[in-house]
């Protein structure tokens, strides 16, 4: 682990924390990327929430390839002082049984941020929307020389 593994821990909490969208980089059977920018709602350090329709590019790609990257990162920062998450990850539709305990945590969070609340009628078969999350594996930071520092899941806030 990084020697400052709890600080940099702190910084990429406070990144996902503070913003409201994230870049899924999805790609489609033949290996052709397509990001996409998506509202989300962290439930934790390493999982994130989001609806999307289910005929969405985005959607579509991870039927077949369920790795994806993320980035989440403020864009309104000057020049030279942006710091973004950088996250390996793997997405896809919210299997039934943790749907409720996914849409209640999306819910509250667009809630909190002055969107409507959610409910299972909005994300069901009959709304043409669906509710996918993604498992990050991996995270990183960049340094001022754009390395990549790897950034611990196992460290508890302080």
């Given amino acids: 682990m ?15 924390g503070d913003n409201l969208y994230m870049t899924l980089a999805t790609a489609d059977d033949a290996g052709r990327p397509w990001p996409t920018p998506v509202y989300f709602a ?16 985005h959607s579509q790609n991870l039927a077949t390839r369920p790795d994806v990257g993320i980035v989440v990162f403020d864009s309104h920062v000057p020049i030279g002082t942006g710091q973004g998450v950088y996250m390996s990850a793997v997405a896809g539709l919210v299997p039934g049984d943790a749907v409720s305990r996914c849409l209640e945590v999306f819910s509250r969070s667009c809630e909190e941020r002055g969107g ?11 709304a043409g ?4 999350s993604a498992t990050a594996s991996e995270r990183w930071i960049l340094d001022s020389h754009d390395r990549r520092i790897a950034v611990p899941f196992d460290v508890a806030p302080t």
């Fill in 2 to 16: 990084h020697p400052d593994g709890h600080a940099l821990a702190r910084t990429a909490r406070a990144i996902i």
């Fill in 42 to 57: 962290a439930i934790n350090d390493r999982q994130f929430v989001w609806v999307s329709s289910p005929e969405a590019r």
């Fill in 116 to 126: 409507r609340p959610w409910s299972a009628d909005a994300v069901g078969p009959e």
């Fill in 129 to 132: 929307l669906r509710l996918f």
